[in-house]
């Protein structure tokens, strides 16, 4: 049975850092890649970032760019996100996901954590 276990998520003000982590287990994991995403409430859930199988390619929307970070330890199958500079706009739930495919798209995702949920204050 397949889990993806988020963890980090918190009350942060403007300005500030978390990091999220996702852990899986009853998959193999190196063969997977790792997504974040978010869902803001009312809105849809939207792409964040994604490492590839190795972790040597990464890809980010342009909201987080250069703002959050994503890696991954194969070792201890777990996928971070590290997120500064954080906004309001930034109050989320965020989810991880697993996926063979090379998609970011939300259906396209084989797998899904329950989530974490991230609250910047102004």
């Known amino acids: 049975q397949v889990q993806l276990v988020e963890s980090g998520g918190g009350l942060v003000q403007a300005g500030g850092s978390l990091r999220l982590s996702c852990a899986a287990s009853g998959l193999t994991f190196s063969t997977y890649g790792m997504l974040w995403f978010r869902q803001a409430p009312g809105k849809e859930r939207e792409f964040i970032a994604r490492?590839?199988?190795?972790?040597?390619?990464?890809r980010y929307a342009d909201s987080v760019k250069d703002r959050f970070t994503i890696s991954r330890d194969n070792a201890k199958n777990t996928v971070y996100l590290q997120m500064n500079s954080l906004k309001p706009e930034d109050t989320a739930s965020y989810y991880c996901?697993?996926?063979?495919?090379?998609?970011?798209?939300?259906?396209?995702?084989?797998?899904w954590g329950k989530g974490t949920l991230v609250t910047v204050s102004s």
């Open positions: 490492i590839w199988w190795s972790g040597g390619t990464t």
């Open positions: 996901a697993a996926t063979r495919s090379w998609s970011v798209s939300v259906q396209d995702m084989d797998y």
